[in-house]
């Protein structure tokens, strides 16, 4: 499996925004780019995911990199709630590896 | 919206007894996974499961067994407990994406 890159934690402050990087130098051509969060006593959730194009959702956005090699997630007014393990997730596409393989992530802190 | 409840979420045992773990899901998903989540070392794939009575191996199957007799319903099994299995254990359900987590077991074995 490809491996992610991800800064062990990052802080923020109530409704700004947050951009989260994560690298994958050696991302395959078909792997997917996921990203999960986990709150604190809490399972994880997924956030969005994507391909080449950037995407948009009611969560946040993931903006990827031409040459698919970084990503970004973007939380554009983080809360109090968004304070979580983010985690970004390489997944291939074929029926049968549906696994995902979290790494440690990265722990987004939330300031009032 | 996907429910993924786990039977408990905490347990204690004791060092050998045989441990059973139940996940249920309520959406009909065909695809079920055990991981279990420790400090410094993430989320780690235990067992998968792609349809009724079928099962793969994850990453650390060993000292674990599964079962699934129903597409409901995917269980864990410690056959002889040890300590080093003390571990915050996740079930979740899929059908393509994306994966739904249930809140965790915190299992201690004592």
């Known amino acids: 499996d490809a491996k992610t890159t991800q800064p062990n934690s990052m802080e923020s402050n109530e409704e700004e925004p947050v951009h989260l990087p994560c690298n994958h130098s050696?991302?395959?051509?078909?792997?997917?780019i996921h990203w999960y969060r986990q709150l604190p006593s809490q399972g994880p959730e997924y956030v969005i995911h994507g391909l080449t194009s950037n995407v948009n959702n009611r969560m946040a956005s993931l903006a990827i990199a031409e040459d698919r090699k970084s990503s970004t997630l973007i939380l554009h007014r983080a809360t109090l709630r968004d304070a979580a393990v983010y985690y970004c997730i390489l997944r291939g596409p074929l029926y049968g590896s549906e696994k995902l393989v979290f790494g440690k992530g990265t722990k987004l802190t939330v300031n009032p | 919206d996907v429910k993924v409840t786990q039977s408990s979420r905490y347990l204690v045992k004791r060092t050998g007894e045989k441990v059973f773990l139940e996940c249920v899901q309520d959406?009909?998903?065909?695809?079920m996974f055990w991981y279990r989540q420790d400090p410094g070392l993430g989320l780690r794939l235990i067992y998968f499961?792609?349809?009724?009575?079928?099962?793969e191996k994850g990453d650390i199957p060993e000292g674990y067994s599964v079962s699934r007799e129903k597409k409901e319903r995917f269980s864990l099994i410690l056959e002889s407990a040890s300590t080093n299995q003390t571990s915050m254990y996740l079930c979740a359900s899929s059908f393509g994406e994306p994966q739904h987590f249930g809140d965790g077991t915190r299992l201690s074995i004592l």
């Open positions: 050696t991302i395959s051509g078909t792997d997917y």
């Open positions: 959406m009909d998903h065909e695809n």
């Open positions: 499961s792609y349809d009724v009575k079928m099962k």
